[in-house]
Structure formats: structure tokens, C-alpha cells
């Protein structure tokens, strides 16, 4: 059973960077696409960045777009996301995710892409 484990969360002033990593316990045979979430207080879950595990190309919101990175270490299993140049509009909970179903059908950026979830790791921009 794959699980997701999230740290690297914290306060920071507006304009700093925060670090987010998740290590993967297991690499599955169709797991094809990992990425991070987000929600803010009384906001709707966001698709923040995924990337594909097979070819490593990378998808963003643009409300993120060039100020945040996602990577992955496949030496490490860890899941990163280089976040810079925050704004209090990124305060939310920050979820790590996985598809290991492999079936494609929905958009990077649908929660129903993803059915193993992290625990989830709160960022404070002030």
C-alpha cells in the first residue's frame, strides 16, 4: 500500500521559499503521475503542479507558474516542490499526491486523478 509522507511546511514572509517534500513508500508498477494540491480556508482544492513519473514533463497552474518547481528524485523517492516568491494567496494546506491507477481519465489537475493522498502540510504566507 503506497503512502505519502509531506514535511517541509512552516510560516514565511511574503516573498520568501519554502521547500515541500513527500516521500513515496513504493513505486508501483502504474504509477504514473504524482503532484501536489492545495486548499485554502473555505476555497475548493487547487491542482498546484504534477509531474510524470514515466517522462518527467511537468504541469502547473498559472496562478503558480514560473515561481514554483516540482521535481522528483527517483534515487530518493521524494516528491519536491521548490515554492518561491510566495504571496499570502498561497497560505493553504499543501496535499501530496499519487496515481497509481494509471487510467488516465481525468486532467492532471482533478482531484479524481489521484487515490493515494498525503496527510498534508500547512504553509502560512504573511
Known amino acids: 500500500h503506497v503512502q505519502l509522507v509531506e514535511s517541509g511546511g512552516g510560516s514565511v514572509q511574503a516573498g520568501g521559499s519554502l521547500r515541500l517534500s513527500c516521500v513515496v513508500s513504493e513505486y508501483t508498477h502504474h504509477m504514473n503521475c504524482l503532484g501536489w494540491f492545495r486548499q485554502a480556508p473555505g476555497k475548493d482544492l487547487e491542482g498546484v503542479a504534477a509531474?510524470?513519473?514515466?517522462?518527467?514533463?511537468?504541469y502547473y497552474a498559472d496562478s503558480v507558474k514560473e515561481r514554483f518547481i516540482i521535481s522528483l528524485d527517483n534515487a530518493e523517492n521524494t516528491l519536491y516542490l521548490q515554492m518561491n516568491n510566495l504571496t499570502p494567496e498561497d497560505t493553504a494546506i499543501y496535499y501530496c499526491?499519487?496515481?497509481?491507477?494509471?487510467?488516465?481519465?481525468?486532467?492532471?489537475?482533478?482531484?479524481?486523478?489521484?487515490?493515494?493522498w498525503g496527510q498534508g502540510t500547512q504553509v502560512t504566507v504573511s
Open positions: 509531474i510524470s513519473k514515466g517522462d518527467g514533463r511537468t
Open positions: 499526491v499519487a496515481d497509481t491507477r494509471g487510467t488516465r481519465l481525468h486532467t492532471w489537475d482533478s482531484p479524481s486523478r489521484y487515490n493515494i
